[in-house]
């Protein structure tokens, strides 16, 4: 029972602390539950699908279907990221100056709310369909199924918590750095999953890792350690990468940061909006 | 003078991605790997020919590689590692870490 809610805490730690984070930076909006929930929703659907169809998964594109899935998954996330803090850029000083200003233009709060809800839909489906796989090899090796379902509940549970605290955490960061804050992390959040892409892409054999890897810190901060899992969900952070992995990292902080510099918010003075 | 080592290193492993990788086979049963022990040339990529003949999905999973792959049960999948520098590099498999460990040695 206790494997089963480690390894779900683990698998569920990263869509848990990304969905606390987004839902601290999306707390103007207008019905952010409804969408928040209906992106979780989503994205527990898809994992079973996937994890139902696993086997065919696995035989797709000369045998490499789990990776190019798991890279595409990744990649729309990355999109979904970039797409809210370019947007966020736009609208953060109206939300820090109305303090709980709600975005005026309903339809563009809309599309914001909607990219949240693939974004959500995403990471859940990510970890989900892992996790879905090994429960059910858990129940099929003998262990009760009632033992496998508390167990996996068990863990939900303590991955839900580290996202909540996540998310009420950042509530308490002052209004004027909160955007600048959770931009930070959502641009880390971004960072690693293009990283992680990139891992998947090279496993696969479709990129080459370039140099591999090009530095080692795992002899001062392993990945396995309870320091490098939290370092390694936030920002991505990978002991030994490769220098493709370091690219497309390096590649999407400056593309996003750069869209974001070129939309931010003009300064009061000369605001018409 | 560092820019052009850097230029180097970059471009050496261009060299081992053009050749066809070696394929080797692992295999899962009872959850455990078999052989347990790869050894493999160092410098050189290679293709991990990884066959579950158990009935239960397996997740092939190694820090040190740096890869993570489901194996459904009962289906063959390939994982590509390399080019690796000399050294150890432990897996395991993650459904079931207890029993299911190996090691692939590059020399």
Known sequence: MFGAAIIVFRESLEAALLIGIIAAAARTLPNRNRWLWSGVGAGVAGALVVAALAGSIAEMAGGMGQEMLNAGILGLAVVMLAWHNIWMARHARAMVDGAKAIVRDVADGRRALSAIMVLVAMAVLREGSETVLFLFSLASEGESTAQVLAGGALGLVAGAV?????????????????????????????????????????????????????????????????????????????????????????????????????????SPARASV | MTRL???????????????????????????????????????????????????????????????????????????????????????????????????????
Not at chain 2, 85 to 93: A, R
Request: contains cysteine; neutral net charge.
């Open chain 2, 5 to 107: 080592a850097l230029l180097a290193a970059l471009c050496l492993p261009l060299a081992a991605f053009a050749a066809d990788p070696a394929e080797i086979p692992l295999t899962i049963k009872n959850h455990r790997f078999e052989p347990a022990e790869i050894r493999i040339p160092a410098g050189q990529k290679v293709k991990l020919m990884i066959h579950n003949q158990d009935s239960t999905p397996e997740e092939f999973e190694s820090h040190e590689l740096n890869r993570e792959k489901v194996i459904p049960g009962g289906a063959k999948s390939a994982v590509f590692i390399g080019p690796l520098q000399p050294g150890k590099y432990p897996f395991f498999g993650e459904f079931n870490e207890a029993t299911a460990r190996g090691v692939v040695i590059a020399e």
């Open chain 1, 162 to 266: 580290v996202g909540y605290t996540m998310y009420t955490g950042l509530l308490h960061v002052p209004i004027r750095w909160f955007f600048t804050v959770t931009a930070g992390l959502v641009l880390l959040l971004a960072a690693g999953m293009a990283g992680q892409m990139a891992r998947f892409l090279i496993q696969g054999d479709i990129l080459p890792p370039l140099a591999n890897p090009i530095w080692d810190t795992s002899a001062w901060l392993s990945s396995s350690s309870a320091g490098g899992t939290l370092l390694h969900v936030l920002a991505g952070y990978d002991p030994r990468p490769s220098a493709m992995q370091a690219l497309f990292y390096l590649g999407t902080m400056v593309a996003i940061g750069l869209g974001m510099y070129l939309v931010r918010a003009p």
